[in-house]
């Protein structure tokens, strides 16, 4: 088995095991590890276990981890984290698809680093990519000082279901008809992920003869959600509207003014 040395030119010798094992399982020196830089493992800093690096990546080894290999991006990224002595801590898995089949991902002690071609690597340091995502606005208002207002909270979960729910009072004397509406925006795709609820409000001299209050519990379900969960969860922004008789597209180009980068508008509800 060759290795490659920058300062020494390429030569020949034999890894020890366990690193040999797995480099072979990961496909040697045309596999996507490339050829090692030397043929004699090392402790790590911690001196704790002991690794071996590659061309694009590196194979760790612990009594408490194993044996794994890491490469490509989220082999930079755990670097920039520190490598075994971050917060992450050593890799207990080798690399494997993300949540849901999307992007790659690899385990550590403390976390996770995730990959997408649009996010690139992204660190969840205690946990990982979460599920669920909540968002709520406790002061949900108009804009301009019309009395009406309450709450609203958007659910968006990892198997594409997600949920928009709400509750706004009239505590002036109009009748309004009213839009709430909510998008959680995707950073790296551009993705806005669009929630609405339309419906009305009585005030003290209505003509409707209807409740003050306008109440709405929404449910649905979206692939799209699920495809683009990852990188929702690398970075999102969440923009909030109540306003009177807003149509969904007329909220869908606001979102985009707000947001010069959004491509997608997804409407999850509406």
């Excluded at 094992?21 to 020196?29: C, E, L, S, W």
Aim: aromatic fraction near 12%.
């Amino acid at each position: 088995m060759h290795w490659r040395n920058e300062e020494k030119g390429d030569k020949a010798g034999q890894l020890a095991p366990p690193f040999v094992d797995k480099y072979r399982a990961v496909g040697g020196p045309t596999g996507f590890l490339g050829f090692p830089y030397d043929v004699h493992d090392a402790p790590t800093p911690d001196g704790v276990g002991r690794f071996l690096h590659f061309e694009y990546g590196g194979i760790y080894t612990s009594p408490a981890i194993g044996v794994h290999e890491i490469h490509g991006e989220i082999w930079k990224k755990w670097s920039d984290q520190g490598w075994e002595q971050g917060d992450l801590g050593y890799p207990t898995s080798d690399e494997q698809p993300g949540p849901h089949g999307t992007g790659r991902a690899n385990s550590f002690q403390n976390g996770w680093i995730y990959w997408t071609s649009a996010s690139g690597a992204f660190a969840t340091i205690g946990h990982a990519v979460p599920d669920q995502i909540v968002v709520t606005n406790k002061n949900f208002t108009f804009s301009n000082n019309t009395p009406v207002g309450g709450w609203a909270t958007v659910t968006l979960n990892s198997d594409g279901s997600c949920a928009f729910s709400g509750h706004v009072h009239d505590s002036g004397a109009p009748d309004y008809d009213v839009s709430a509406s909510c998008a959680v925006v995707a950073v790296h795709t551009g993705t806005a992920y669009i929630l609405q609820h339309t419906g009305s409000t009585s005030g003290d001299i209505s003509v409707l003869s209807g409740s003050r209050d306008m109440d709405w519990n929404d449910h649905g379900s979206h692939p799209e959600l699920t495809a683009g969960w990852l990188d929702l969860n690398a970075s999102y922004e969440v923009t909030w509207n109540l306003t009177a008789s807003m149509s969904l597209s007329s909220w869908i180009d606001l979102v985009k003014k707000a947001y010069p980068y959004v491509q997608t508008a997804v409407a999850l509800l509406a």
